[in-house]
């Protein structure tokens, strides 16, 4: 089966993003991955960030708080809340939220400037400040050069006014000073739900602290004596203004009561209801049961007139007739005579035939029975009817006296509207009264000794231990925010990773099959003397111990076949047996996206791994213008791909054997520069080669140049059976991939899998999902050979 055959519809569809969907995004084995490989940044920015926490504590003096507890009684302003509608959580939380606001008034804070005098306190006003603060003040001091802020209106040149107007000025501008720093400074807070207010200051110097407190508590206290002495006298005055002209309004709303019920006659029993609801009520609840006999002495009535006017025959096969009859009835007497009488008559005719006398007389006794109950009927259905007569005459009686009933009753509600309305009156007034009569009893007897509304339950006392810095706390936060910053640099480092790392990124970011890892071989300094070889073709370098390293590297699934990375070769070798099965001859090309990521080293494996297995194989090195396969192999030839394809001779003349492998090698000669090497290879010369070759090839191996930078390989393409796509571990952009598929749809076609080159197998196990082989590729070592035993046979 030719794989270049599929039709594009049925290859493996490309994604649609490279970036995977959302579900990827939120998936925690993912993030649990991306923690795992970026863990040492996440720890390095740990460490720098405990460290600034440690130079943060060092450089920072430390302050001490002092704090007094002060209670504010339910009762505060009591008088006048009491009266008021809003609810009690909503005038509880204002009043310890205005209580709060009193605390860190200007008011309060002059009291205590004034009276310990911190405007010449230098401690206050001049405190010892950490180095971040002095970095911040520089900075400040900085902007305010560059942008000097205008001039205060209103204070005019201070250099012409006389010493005395000066020196007090400057005292006022201290003292100003003081009061706005003292007010930004005191901290008051409420205690939980509680009523509670904690009322703390913090200063470098503890005494200092305690006596700012303690002057603070004292200074809201007498604040709060003055202020409900003021209140009461002012709540007691207002109130005995207010009792006369409440009394006098009670008196006038009872006594309208009393005069309106007389005038309109509005009598009323125990209960408080009107004489006419009363009677009302009993009319119609008679009215409904009236109401419920007329409508079932009328059904009936119906029922049995229906029954009668159907007929004789008819009426007896009523069943409601049964249903609504007790047993001992005469009409249920007459029917179960009737019964028997037809199942004689029944059996008889059976027996004997209907002209049989005794069946005559049987049928004449039916009938006589028929007749007696339909009789009966009639008597029944015409006392239905006098019952049914009966009844509609109490309803339509009833309906007149509901009636009457009702006008007399309206009149009388709307009396007692008008009557509950001065009711109502009269009881709120009275209940005003009687309240603000209490209300001024009490404010009569606190004006004489004015209570405080507050009382101070904790006293300030001076701290034994300063209370900022926290060492724990900052060294926490610290270490948090290092490890945020260096959870932000991995996030970053991981937003960057674009590149294949997975056979799962394979897979899913450009739909290709994956063929497996090749883990690498040899020396970091090998493969930076290989780049360099890759440009030009040094002597020095063709003799170094790179170089035979670098020739041992291309013959690692011969020397190691136990190998990891002989397996992975193995794999692609079984991908292509089964796509080219039934194929006599199979064309093998070799391709990469970017130089310098290991297709000509793969390549050579590839051949050698077939050829040791027996199958006799080509190898080909067709990149014409890097010939790094040949370079690679030490191959010192005159002659190679390019001679034989434009002379138009055989592999036999140009071709050389590995005598160990039996492989049959065709090296590429750089002869200066030429640029039409993509020609060459698409050329009827090379078609005729390459054909020449398959009569006697099993595989012909082919190595390409990479698809980035030249279209050799694309124009190589038509005489390829499959493609083996090499992508360097952590190096090969997974968008310049999909690109290339994309933009070259024949070749993409023809890729039978990717090969995932130069994996270091102990950072894959990183960017493996958790149940995924990646992570346990330890447990695979007793089947492969020991990588450095691949390391050593390379080195030789």
């Known amino acids: 089966m030719n794989y270049a055959n599929f039709p594009l519809d049925k290859r493996m569809p490309l994604p649609n993003s490279d970036a995977g969907n959302g579900e990827d995004f939120i998936d925690v084995e993912r993030l649990l991955g991306m923690a795992a490989r970026q863990a040492k940044v996440v720890a390095v920015c740990a460490v720098i960030g405990l460290f600034?926490?440690?130079?943060?504590?060092?450089?920072?003096?430390?302050?001490?708080?002092?704090?007094?507890?002060?209670?504010?009684?339910?009762?505060?302003?009591?008088?006048?809340?009491?009266?008021?509608?809003?609810?009690?959580?909503?005038?509880?939380?204002?009043?310890?939220?205005?209580?709060?606001?009193?605390?860190?008034?200007?008011?309060?804070?002059?009291?205590?400037?004034?009276?310990l005098k911190l405007d010449q306190n230098d401690s206050f006003m001049n405190p010892p400040v950490s180095a971040?603060?002095?970095?911040?003040?520089?900075?400040?001091?900085?902007?305010?050069?560059?942008?000097?802020?205008?001039?205060?209106?209103?204070?005019?040149?201070?250099?012409?006014?006389?010493?005395?107007?000066?020196?007090?000025?400057?005292?006022?501008?201290?003292?100003?000073?003081?009061?706005?720093?003292?007010?930004?400074?005191?901290r008051a807070d409420r205690v939980g739900r509680s009523y509670v207010i904690a009322l703390g200051y913090q200063a470098t110097d503890p005494g200092l602290a305690t006596a700012i407190t303690k002057a603070y508590a004292d200074a809201y206290l007498a604040d709060q004596l003055d202020a409900s002495f003021d209140a009461t006298e002012r709540a007691a005055v207002w109130l005995q203004g207010r009792l006369t002209e409440l009394r006098e309004s009670s008196q006038a709303a009872s006594l309208a009561v009393e005069k309106f019920r007389a005038e309109h006659g509005l009598a009323a029993n125990s209960d408080g209801q009107l004489m006419s609801d009363k009677q009302l009520a009993d009319l119609n609840a008679q009215l409904i049961v009236a109401q419920a006999d007329t409508a079932r002495a009328g059904a009936r009535y119906q029922q049995y007139k229906s029954i009668v006017d159907s007929g004789s025959d008819n009426a007896f096969r009523d069943a409601a007739i049964s249903s609504d009859q007790p047993s001992s009835s005469v009409i249920?007497?007459?029917?179960?005579?009737?019964?028997?009488?037809?199942?004689?008559?029944?059996?008889?005719?059976?027996?004997?035939?209907?002209?049989?006398?005794?069946?005559?007389?049987?049928?004449?006794?039916?009938?006589?029975?028929?007749?007696?109950?339909?009789?009966?009927?009639?008597?029944?259905?015409?006392?239905?009817?006098?019952?049914?007569?009966?009844?509609?005459?109490?309803?339509?009686?009833?309906?007149?006296?509901?009636?009457?009933?009702?006008?007399?009753?309206?009149?009388?509600?709307?009396?007692?509207?008008?009557?509950?309305?001065?009711?109502?009156?009269?009881?709120?007034?009275?209940?005003?009264?009687?309240?603000?009569?209490?209300?001024?009893?009490?404010?009569?007897?606190?004006?004489?000794?004015?209570?405080?509304?507050?009382?101070?339950?904790?006293?300030?006392?001076?701290?034994?231990?300063?209370?900022?810095?926290?060492?724990?706390?900052?060294?926490?936060?610290?270490?948090?925010?290092?490890?945020?910053?260096?959870?932000?640099?991995?996030?970053?480092?991981?937003?960057?990773?674009?590149?294949?790392?997975?056979?799962?990124?394979?897979?899913?970011r450009v739909g290709l099959k994956f063929l497996g890892y090749l883990p690498t071989i040899g020396s970091k300094a090998a493969a930076k003397e290989d780049k360099l070889a890759d440009g030009q073709l040094d002597p020095k370098i063709a003799k170094s111990p790179a170089a035979f390293e670098r020739r041992a590297r291309m013959r690692v699934s011969i020397d190691a076949p136990a190998s990891m990375f002989s397996e992975t070769l193995r794999s692609a070798k079984i991908a292509f047996d089964v796509v080219m099965e039934g194929q006599g001859s199979r064309v093998i090309g070799v391709i990469s996206v970017l130089p310098g990521e290991g297709k000509s080293t793969v390549a050579a494996n590839l051949a050698g791994l077939l050829a040791a297995n027996g199958a006799k194989t080509l190898l080909i090195d067709g990149d014409l213008r890097n010939p790094g396969l040949s370079r690679g192999l030490g191959?010192?030839?005159?002659?190679?791909?390019?001679?034989?394809?434009?002379?138009?001779?055989?592999?036999?003349?140009?071709?050389?054997?590995?005598?160990?492998?039996?492989?049959?090698?065709?090296?590429?000669?750089?002869?200066?520069?030429?640029?039409?090497?993509?020609?060459?290879?698409?050329?009827?010369?090379?078609?005729?080669?390459?054909?020449?070759?398959?009569?006697?090839?099993?595989?012909?191996?082919v190595d390409l140049p990479p698809l980035g930078p030249v279209v050799d390989a694309k124009a190589f393409a038509p005489l390829v059976d499959g493609f083996v796509l090499v992508t360097e571990w952590g190096r090969t952009p997974r968008a310049m991939v999909r690109s290339m598929l994309e933009s070259e749809p024949y070749v993409a076609n023809k890729i039978v899998g990717t090969v995932l080159n130069k994996v270091d197998l102990k950072k894959l196990a990183k960017y493996g999902s958790f149940g995924a082989s990646e992570k346990?590729?330890?447990?695979?070592?007793?089947?492969?050979?020991d990588k450095s035993e691949v390391r050593s046979k390379a080195t030789v």
């Open 332 to 508: 249920a007497t007459l029917k179960t005579r009737y019964l028997t009488v037809a199942k004689r008559q029944q059996d008889v005719e059976a027996n004997f035939g209907a002209q049989h006398p005794q069946a005559v007389a049987l049928a004449k006794e039916k009938a006589d029975i028929s007749t007696q109950i339909f009789g009966e009927l009639k008597q029944l259905t015409e006392s239905y009817r006098n019952e049914y007569e009966v009844a509609l005459a109490r309803e339509t009686a009833l309906r007149a006296n509901v009636a009457a009933a009702q006008g007399k009753s309206s009149i009388d509600n709307q009396s007692q509207v008008k009557l509950r309305d001065l009711d109502q009156k009269a009881t709120a007034l009275t209940t005003l009264y009687q309240t603000f009569l209490g209300r001024y009893e009490e404010a009569a007897q606190q004006q004489s000794f004015p209570v405080g509304k507050i009382r101070i339950i904790s006293d300030a006392s001076t701290p034994l231990s300063a209370s900022s810095p926290r060492t724990i706390i900052v060294l926490g936060l610290s270490l948090v925010l290092g490890v945020l910053m260096g959870a932000g640099f991995g996030g970053l480092n991981e937003f960057n990773e674009r590149f294949f790392r997975t056979g799962e990124d394979v897979r899913d």
């Open 52 to 115: 600034l926490g440690v130079l943060y504590l060092q450089t920072t003096p430390p302050k001490y708080q002092s704090v007094a507890s002060v209670l504010i009684d339910e009762g505060l302003n009591k008088i006048v809340d009491d009266i008021s509608a809003a609810s009690t959580t909503m005038q509880t939380d204002s009043a310890i939220l205005s209580q709060i606001e009193i605390l860190t008034s200007t008011r309060l804070a002059a009291v205590v400037v004034d009276k």
């Open 132 to 186: 971040l603060a002095q970095g911040v003040g520089l900075v400040r001091g900085l902007i305010q050069y560059v942008r000097p802020s205008p001039p205060m209106a209103g204070l005019g040149d201070v250099s012409k006014l006389d010493p005395a107007a000066r020196d007090a000025l400057i005292a006022t501008s201290r003292r100003d000073y003081a009061i706005l720093k003292l007010q930004s400074e005191i």
């Open 776 to 785: 346990f590729f330890d447990k695979y070592s007793t089947y492969y050979l």
């Open 635 to 701: 191959m010192e030839a005159e002659q190679g791909l390019m001679e034989a394809v434009v002379s138009g001779q055989t592999w036999q003349s140009v071709g050389k054997i590995d005598r160990q492998t039996k492989l049959a090698i065709i090296p590429a000669v750089l002869r200066g520069h030429f640029s039409h090497t993509s020609e060459l290879l698409s050329s009827a010369g090379m078609r005729r080669f390459i054909e020449n070759a398959k009569e006697t090839f099993e595989y012909i191996v």
